[in-house]
């Protein structure tokens, strides 16, 4: 419809920002009336306790700045095309716009609206990676299963300039009505840690900038060597607003493509961990199986141990296996939301490997206890750890906890910040936890530190010989 003046439905989803914003750049330069709205759907319904209640801090965020621009955000709950198609009824509007997402849910979701809505007009916009998917492709016109080669692609690649936030947005003739955010309880699931782990966010575009722009100015040139310490501020922090599209990546990588350009040594190594961020989603994109099933075939009848209650899992879950460096690191994720990626490495290893578990019993917790949860980093990392994914680590690399606290946390800065009960004053980090698990776990800084739950070298002998051996490959 050439001359359509109709207001444009702005569906929000893991995009929560006003930069750098294709569907709302678009939508503003139409001339058109936006209304943009938030839904409360199946993705969200869907989300780990975590990432559903940092998810909700985002949404107030991007509330105020639409506010800032004379507009709202119009908050509504339900199935996303039952919600959708009763908007247009009630406001007449006559598109819906959204950011493209790769999952398999949000796949489904995005699939199924155009014949949904089919009176009107659906689009689906990019911007949530540095490239779609579809458009890197190998020589051979195939997709990447190198990271390597997937990096040397992006790497040349021009992905343009980011686009300005609008400076104005037409308001329609009368507003549609909003639930309100509060109602919908996101952090309900959140257990006794839910305001602890909340005090830990940077949620919001504004502290997404400043995050970045800190992280340039100060860190960057050394990115590279202190990235790999958990208990040092070496990385840039961004991957929970990464995660609700707060900023884009682009915006990060061309902040960090800059710095490369005035010397900064490290920013290359940023561009690299920002492209196994697209990496993953491409993978997923094109083995959407990913999410529940080994990618390698031949890793499907692996006999993991999948009991989710067994002693060891449980004192994995609880940062209680003795092993300090592991515990620190669950112990971090379960009182701010994130954990280090070299520690992420290290209890993934531990779980898939010294303990024989299906990784897809760590992949769930951490889809639980992550406010950065990402569907595809998280599937893709587990899987690459566990050795059944894609460029995956090969499955006779065990991470060894006791060498990677001896080279990664040598003074046990990490350990003491994180793990209270061998300590006689110990830290608030290390004391929160005792605040933020639940009762049921029946855990106190006064309980004695336990022995290693399991022999580290007897367990490493045993999964090399299950690995190794492969009756399971026949
Ligand atoms: P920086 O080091 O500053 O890196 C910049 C950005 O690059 C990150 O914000 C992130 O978006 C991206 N990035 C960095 N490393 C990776 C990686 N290995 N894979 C994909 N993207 C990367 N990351 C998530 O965002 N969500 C997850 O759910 C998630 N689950 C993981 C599970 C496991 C088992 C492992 C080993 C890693 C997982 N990661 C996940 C990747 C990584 O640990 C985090 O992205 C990183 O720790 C975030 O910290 P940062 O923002 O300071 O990263």
Not at 31 to 42: A, H, K, T
Not at 380 to 403: E, H, L, M, T
Not at 410 to 430: F, H, K, L, N, V
Request: glycine residues 6%; hydrophobic residues 40%; positive net charge.
């Amino acid at each position: 419809m050439p001359h359509d003046r109709s207001p444009i439905l702005l569906w929000f989803r893991r995009d929560l920002r006003l930069s750098d914003h294709p569907a709302l750049h678009a939508a503003a330069a139409s001339g058109r009336p936006v209304i943009p709205v938030f839904l409360c759907d199946e993705g969200v319904e869907a989300l780990g306790a975590a990432p559903r209640m940092r998810i909700g801090l985002g949404v107030e965020q991007l509330a105020r700045d639409l506010k800032d621009k004379g507009s709202r955000l119009i908050l509504r709950r339900g199935a996303t095309h039952g919600v959708l198609r009763a908007m247009l009824a009630e406001t007449g509007a006559g598109a819906v716009w959204w950011t493209r997402l790769h999952d398999p849910l949000s796949r489904r979701q995005d699939e199924c609206l155009g014949p949904q809505l089919e009176s009107v007009e659906t689009r689906a916009f990019p911007g949530h990676l540095l490239h779609e998917p579809e458009t890197l492709r190998t020589g051979a016109g195939g997709s990447f299963r190198s990271y390597a080669a997937f990096f040397r692609a992006l790497r040349t690649r021009d992905m343009g300039e980011p686009l300005p936030p609008p400076s104005r947005l037409t308001a329609p003739a009368s507003w549609p009505a909003t639930e309100r955010l509060e109602d919908w309880r996101l952090d309900a699931a959140m257990n006794r840690g839910g305001s602890i782990v909340a005090s830990w966010q940077q949620p919001g575009e504004t502290q997404a900038r400043a995050r970045l722009d800190r992280f340039v100015a100060e860190r960057i040139g050394a990115y590279a060597g202190a990235r790999d310490y958990p208990g040092r501020d070496g990385s840039s922090r961004l991957s929970e607003n990464l995660a609700y599209g707060e900023i884009s990546a682009r915006t990060c990588w061309l902040a960090a493509l800059a710095a490369l350009h005035r010397g900064e040594a490290g920013a290359e190594q940023f561009l690299k961990e920002l492209a196994w961020r697209d990496f993953s989603h491409h993978l997923l994109f094109h083995s959407p199986e990913l999410a529940t099933d080994a990618w390698r075939p031949e890793w499907r009848s692996f006999p993991w141990t999948r009991d989710t209650e067994s002693p060891l899992v449980s004192a994995w879950r609880r940062g209680r296996t003795g092993i300090r460096l592991v515990d620190a690191a669950m112990r971090e994720m379960y009182v701010t939301g994130r954990m280090h990626n070299r520690s992420r490495m290290i209890v993934a290893s531990l779980l898939t490997k010294h303990m024989l578990t299906d990784w897809r019993i760590g992949l769930k917790w951490f889809e639980d206890c992550l406010t950065d949860w990402d569907p595809a980093s998280n599937a893709v990392n587990w899987q690459w750890v566990a050795g059944s994914g894609p460029d995956a680590s090969p499955f006779f690399r065990i991470f060894s906890p006791k060498a990677q606290a001896k080279a990664y946390d040598p003074d046990g800065d990490y350990a003491r910040a994180w793990i209270a009960e061998w300590q006689a004053a110990p830290p608030s980090t290390a004391l929160s936890y005792f605040e933020a698990i639940p009762r049921s776990w029946h855990m106190s800084q006064k309980d004695t530190y336990p022995a290693p739950v399991l022999d580290l070298a007897v367990a490493r002998r045993a999964a090399l010989a299950a690995f190794r051996a492969r009756p399971w490959d026949q």
